[in-house]
């Protein structure tokens, strides 16, 4: 073997390395995410605004990765036709060349730095970005030509505008599941992140007390009813009305009576009253969480079309949306609890996606938020006692009324066949 061979193989062994770094770069920067890039820039890691600029321009980047891969694949080809044609002629030469460079560029030029550039993306990507950018700078005319030419192409093979490459909030989902499932994240943090999620469509609608719930003094009541209010209820804000629920004046914090209980004096609630908030029904409960921290107030009236009150929002309700139910000293009461093997006592102001969520269930309504609202929309009339809804393998029946309002439901649940009472 001569100098001219050895230094073909020389050259062939150099052009499958180039083959094999601009198949690795290649994965390897087409793998890692902005997400990623803007930490690494954060952290200030090394080579990271390099790559960061590089991938401000993808097809640019495609396109000079895809012009040095192919420049070097061709090269190696042809270096290798000349090299097996001198030793096995014009005949068998060719073949051979076929062969054995598939099988050295597919091993060595592809699948295996692939492979590791796939497995160690991060750092493939920082070490091989400045030599990538390097060579896009020295190819910009050729990598412009050709950019302008598959846009081209593009425009002529594909309708309508190219779609968007960021992050829908059903792909940060699917994020957040994985992160769970690969232990990242606990059960609590999936569903807080989940929640936050949600928050953006929720209404106050959604989240109020019902006027039907709502505790509220009349400006009226003398120092003896005010007492009495206040033992029976522990609340520590209490909405003010005049003549009805509908005209609230304002809104009473419990702990500024204890001056003038202490003191004995009369009570004059209209100079301790501080001046109500109102919202409407379908605002938007991050807007009403805004609005409330800006003026800050801890609870807002949450008025219907026709300026009659609807509910009450505290923060601590919308909180809840966020971390899930918050006891304090005063909640003593839960929403449902067991009476026996698949007998269940509920509160009818009990959401229907708790009650799907608890009970593994699939209710749905389009007019109703609470599961009292789902079961009379089923009956389509106003409830009586001993009314029963039956779905599937479920049965709710209407235990209690309180005038035209459900008071208390029961839940019976009917095991299925092959499955096991959680």
């Known amino acids: 073997m001569d100098s001219t061979s050895i230094l073909q193989i020389l050259s062939l062994v150099i052009l499958i390395a180039c083959s094999a770094f601009f198949s690795s770069s290649e994965t390897a920067l087409t793998s890692i995410t902005p997400i990623k890039v803007r930490q690494l820039k954060e952290k200030k890691v090394k080579n990271s605004h390099v790559l960061d600029e590089l991938l401000q321009d993808p097809s640019g980047m495609i396109s000079t990765i895809l012009v040095g891969n192919n420049i070097v694949n061709i090269g190696a080809s042809s270096l290798a036709t000349i090299f097996f044609t001198s030793f096995y002629g014009s005949a068998r030469g060719p073949l051979f060349s076929t062969i054995i460079m598939t099988f050295l560029v597919l091993i060595f030029g592809e699948i295996t730095p692939k492979s590791i550039a796939q497995s160690k993306s991060e750092k493939v990507a920082l070490r091989t970005s ?65 929640n936050v999620l949600d928050i953006k469509d929720n209404q106050a609608i959604s989240v109020m007390t019902p006027r039907t719930s709502v505790s509220a003094l009349d400006i009226e009541a003398d120092q003896e009813e005010i007492l009495d209010f206040i033992r029976e209820n522990n609340f520590s804000r209490v909405p003010v009305y005049r003549e009805n629920i509908d005209h609230i004046v304002g809104i009473l914090h419990v702990k500024d009576l204890v001056l003038p209980f202490k003191d004995q004096e009369a009570i004059d609630l209209t100079s301790l009253l501080h001046a109500p908030y109102f919202g409407y029904e379908y605002m938007p409960v991050i807007d009403l969480f805004r609005q409330m921290r800006q003026k800050n107030v801890s609870m807002s009236i949450i008025v219907d079309e026709y300026g009659g009150t609807s509910g009450i929002v505290s923060i601590e309700d919308i909180v809840e949306e966020f971390l899930g139910d918050i006891d304090d000293e005063y909640d003593s009461t839960q929403p449902w609890y067991k009476l026996g093997k698949g007998h269940y006592k509920l509160d009818p102001e009990l959401r229907i996606d708790e009650v799907n969520e608890t009970f593994g269930l699939n209710l749905e309504s389009e007019n109703y938020d609470s599961i009292g609202g789902w079961v009379m929309e089923q009956l389509e009339r106003l409830p009586v006692e001993g009314d029963e809804v039956q779905r599937e393998n479920i049965r709710f029946r209407v235990e209690k009324m309180d005038k035209r309002k459900i008071e208390s439901l029961e839940l019976f649940v009917v095991a299925q066949e092959g499955s096991k009472e959680n």
């Open 130 to 194: 400045p030599a990538i950018y390097g060579l896009k700078q020295v190819l910009r005319p050729l990598v412009y030509l050709l950019t302008l030419i598959t846009s081209g192409l593009i425009k002529v093979f594909v309708y309508g505008d190219p779609e968007e490459d960021r992050i829908t909030k059903e792909e940060l989902r699917t994020i957040v599941d994985v992160s769970e499932e690969q232990g990242v994240l606990m059960d609590e943090e999936t569903e807080f992140i989940n």
